[in-house]
């Protein structure tokens, strides 16, 4: 019974639509994003938190992707979050340098067409 919970799948399509969302918003990109690419020169404290950022994100990608295969631990899908993560990030950061939201949407469709972003 679904009592209003979001599927799996529709998990994962909000999450690479949150960082198109920042795209549509004046071709803004995430924050993060754009403080890790400078993250020698930052202080200590921003450090941490763009850490812990990135470490939130690739954590709740871990899960999803747990539940998607009960069979594998979380730990068992940590690189598969992990490369999720890099590669929305990039494909973000690619779209924004062109300024071309439909070239973030053709990225993204093709990390699910070859299996990276996992699709029903």
């Not at 400078?38 to 999803?64: C, G, M, R």
């Not at 939201?101 to 990390?111: F, H, R």
Request: aromatic share 8%; charged share 20%; hydrophobic share 45%.
């Amino acid at each position: 019974m679904n009592i209003g919970f979001p599927s799996t799948w529709s998990c994962l399509a909000k999450y690479t639509d949150a960082f198109r969302m920042a795209l549509e918003r004046d071709n803004r990109m995430c924050l993060c994003g754009i403080m890790a690419a400078e993250y020698d020169d930052l202080p200590e404290a921003v450090k941490v938190e763009v850490t812990a950022f990135a470490d939130d994100n690739i954590t709740w990608l871990s899960q999803v992707l747990s539940l998607l295969d009960p069979s594998r631990p979380v730990e068992a899908v940590n690189p598969h979050a992990s490369a999720i993560y890099a590669a929305v990030g990039g494909a973000q950061l690619t779209a924004r340098g062109r300024g071309s939201i439909s070239m973030y949407d053709s990225i993204v469709e093709a990390y699910r067409l070859n299996g990276l972003i996992p699709t029903k």
